[in-house]
């Protein structure tokens, strides 16, 4: 059971680059999320996806695109890089929404860490 | 807008210490979630709490609700505790964070 995978862990890219960072889970949750993590600011949710095939914006959407063709994976997309999108990105899935008492703890992937030149 | 503060940013504690971090949040935030960033930066749950108290070893999370703030208790301290402690507010479709307060837990 590998929980949450992110891929790549590294990447290192060139203004105007694009790339995709996948998020894989296993645990058959519904609902996946994307955030990135800055130096003195709490993690910033980017998109949010609560089921197959469907997808929303979050705190800071700008500059990035997602999908969600499979319950189990949620690609985040940079189609033309900026140094400001410079950080950590995180993926986390949960089994139901943040308010929901039961089952709502969101397990996080290990994280990927972006520089943008 | 959900909004989440938390306090200390920074905290250093000789092993054994008791620990305490607290965490004020805002109307529309119906649950705290506090989570663990370890140093290799892997983030954790550690609870979830909409009344009362939880328990799990050394851990005791707390909230009240009227004064909307939660803390986050550690008995007995040992260096393996130095970590980024994180609260985040649960609203409806996402959590809202705080800044994070790293402990630093001294032999």
């Known amino acids: 059971n590998a929980g949450v995978t992110q891929t790549p862990k590294f990447r290192v890219l060139k203004t105007g680059q694009s790339m995709t960072l996948l998020c894989a889970q296993d645990?058959?949750?519904?609902?996946m999320y994307w955030y990135r993590q800055d130096p003195g600011m709490g993690l910033r949710l980017i998109h949010y996806s609560v089921g197959e095939g469907t997808t929303a914006k979050g705190e800071v959407p700008d500059g990035y695109n997602v999908s969600r063709l499979k319950k189990q994976n949620f690609l985040l997309g940079l189609e033309s890089a900026a140094p400001s999108q410079t950080s950590v990105y995180f993926c986390?899935?949960?089994?139901?929404?943040?308010?929901?008492?039961?089952?709502?703890?969101?397990?996080f992937g290990a994280g990927t860490r972006l520089s943008v030149l | 807008k959900n909004e989440v503060e938390q306090s200390p940013q920074n905290l250093t504690a000789q092993e054994g210490e008791f620990i305490t971090i607290n965490c004020s949040y805002s109307v529309g935030i119906s649950a705290l979630h506090w989570l663990q960033q370890h140093p290799g930066g892997g983030i954790v749950s550690l609870f979830m709490l909409s009344s009362g108290k939880k328990k799990h070893g050394r851990l005791i999370a707390t909230i009240n609700i009227q004064e909307k703030h939660s803390s986050l208790h550690i008995t007995a301290s040992h260096p393996r505790d130095s970590a980024v402690y994180i609260c985040?507010?649960?609203?409806?479709?996402?959590?809202?964070f705080g800044k994070g307060t790293k402990l630093s837990v001294i032999p």
């Open positions: 986390a899935s949960s089994y139901s929404l943040p308010q929901v008492l039961a089952k709502n703890i969101q397990y």
């Open positions: 645990m058959n949750h519904e609902y």
């Open positions: 985040a507010g649960a609203g409806s479709y996402q959590l809202t």
